[in-house]
């Protein structure tokens, strides 16, 4: 016989024997689910909310800014799905969204129930939940941890959850994203009422005054950059806290401003003091052809005027550092307008270009990093051009240091730096007045070169109490960018107008930023090619 059809034959056989093995010999063993706790079933019996509303899909709760207290029952249930009657102790509580109003509230099963129980909740939205979990922070090791004994924890529980009805409130605006009174008693601009929170704009009710209604979107986009873009709710009654930045990590290609949107939604973060929809996902209003430009704004100056931001709201909230524009925690009416289109007018440029940058790392040490750097010491004093610092050339002889004479000194030896050792020669390029008038204003040269950012002084340089307008930045390197503000013909001059959207950004010096805008408008003929 053929070796191959020998082997197939004895494993044939084989085969046989196994399947006889399985036919008539054990060996599955059935085990019986253990008695232990599954989960939880909960159910909202009650809200008690001064809105109007009835907590449906279709007729959602008002948002409150007082705590909502919902009552609600619980049972727990064994693995059989049988209530437990057996289990007592407490569980973790929370709600999604939401916050309790005693964090660590729990709430305790007495024979597998819970019965007409109480909790107070605030910045509920949306769709709205009770989530109960069997689990518990305790208390684990001690050991040294450094200059103190640190106290080590560990969850333990059977991680069994439970999740309740869902109790609609309307989807929160802008304002109720980035603003609520604690914010502002707390003095802390740099922080938002919902802070981490996945957030939902809905607006095709056609609710807004100035736009069709055509149940298309309310919010508009007034500003498109490289990462991200701005958006106004046009249905808002006021203008405050009404504007909001999209973080998109990239370029949004399928927008253009003016756009219309029916929906966004992403997480609220704040990044640096500002507040920002990160991870955005957004729908366009369209016509049924998917074209987007029936519905688009085309004169969005009409629509949404630029807020004008001059040196009295510079100044708002008291405080050091007033030569910064909105320096102050306190300064709520610039909070107010971060993100807005906002218009400056006769403002200052800048008659001195300053490189801090002395290691030569493409990075300026900021003073509130370390103030003794030497980058520190140059930066804050480059922007006190409040008359304590002056920036007087001695080479200059008087028949160049006539009124509005340009004269463009390089590598020349700033004041302050004449204290620091070993230092090389850092101004670039000066304006001179009359010999009498050492007022200038002063810009970094190095975020300038990467970001096209620089300072301006408002009011026409002519604010009190420093003799000059209080500074801010203004970003041109993604809408000019032919524009050279160091070119010697563009130093010290007056800028009649610039706008485009507002920026907080806390860890610079000035903390605002004007990101200019591509529309024709916003910039005059001389800062265009």
């Known amino acids: 016989m053929n070796t191959f059809y020998k082997m197939a034959i004895v494993l044939a056989a084989g085969g046989a024997l196994i399947l006889s093995g399985l036919a008539f010999g054990p060996c599955v063993e059935k085990v019986a689910l253990k008695n232990s706790l599954a989960g939880f079933r909960v159910t909202i019996t009650n809200v008690s ?31 059989h799905g049988n209530l437990m009657t057996d289990f007592n102790g407490d569980v973790a509580m929370r709600v999604t969204p939401g916050e309790l109003i ?31 979990e069997d689990i518990q922070t305790k208390n684990g090791d001690r050991v040294e941890g450094g200059s103190q004994t640190l106290q080590l ?40 009422a919902l802070p981490d929170y996945f957030v939902e704009f809905d607006c095709r009710k056609g609710e807004a005054s100035g736009l069709p209604e055509d149940d298309h979107g309310q919010l508009v986009v007034t500003g498109i950059f490289n990462e991200g873009f701005y958006v106004t709710d046009v249905a808002a009654e006021t203008d405050s806290f009404n504007h909001m930045y999209a973080y998109n990590y990239s370029y949004p290609e399928d927008l ?84 807005a289109r906002v218009k400056l007018e006769n403002v200052t440029a ?38 304590s610092v002056t920036f007087a050339v001695k080479e200059l002889i008087a028949s160049q240091a006539a009124y509005n004479d340009i004269v463009v ?73 032919d524009y050279d503000p160091t070119a010697t013909e563009n130093l010290g001059v007056v800028i009649p107008f610039v706008q485009g959207n507002l920026r907080h950004v806390r860890a610079a010096r000035p903390r605002w930023v004007l990101l200019v805008g591509k529309l024709p408008g916003d910039a005059p003929p001389q800062m265009k090619p």
């Open 102 to 132: 005693q964090p660590e509230l729990r709430v305790t099963f007495i024979s597998g129930t819970v019965s007409n129980t109480q909790v107070q909740v605030k910045k509920v939205f949306g769709r709205t939940a009770l989530w109960l």
């Open 256 to 339: 253009e401003i003016g756009d219309r949107l029916d929906r966004l939604v992403g997480t609220s973060q704040d990044f640096s003091g500002g507040t920002q929809i990160s991870f955005p996902a957004w729908h366009r209003a369209v016509d049924n052809n998917r074209d987007p430009l029936p519905f688009r704004v085309t004169d969005l100056d009409a629509l949404i005027p630029p807020q004008i931001l001059n040196a009295a709201i510079c100044a708002e909230g008291g405080g050091s550092n007033q030569h910064l524009c909105g320096h102050s925690k306190k300064n709520w009416l610039m909070e107010a307008m971060e993100s």
């Open 49 to 79: 909310t001064a809105g109007l509303g009835t907590g449906t899909l279709d007729d959602p709760y008002d948002l409150s800014s007082d705590p909502v207290r919902f009552t609600f029952d619980a049972s727990a249930f064994d693995q």
């Open 153 to 192: 924890t560990f969850k333990d529980g059977s991680y069994a959850t439970g999740f309740s009805n869902l109790i609609f409130f309307k989807n929160p605006t802008f304002e109720q994203v980035q603003w609520d009174q604690d914010i502002q008693d707390n003095e802390n601009i740099d922080t938002s």
């Open 350 to 387: 800048p008659d001195v270009f300053v490189n801090c940058d002395f290691n030569g790392d493409l990075n300026v040490v900021p003073d509130w990093l370390d103030a003794s750097d030497p980058e520190a010491i140059c930066s804050v004093a480059c922007l006190k051009h409040d008359g």
């Open 409 to 481: 000194q390089s590598n020349v030896i700033c004041p302050w730096e004449a204290a620091i050792p070993n230092i090389e020669p850092h101004c670039q390029l000066v304006r001179i007045g009359p010999v009498d008038d050492r007022s200038h204003i002063c810009s970094e040269l190095t975020t300038m070169r990467q970001f096209g950012q620089w300072i301006v002084a408002l009011d026409d340089g002519s604010g009190a109490p420093f003799g000059d307008g209080p500074v801010m930045n203004i970003l041109t390197q993604e809408s000019l960018v």
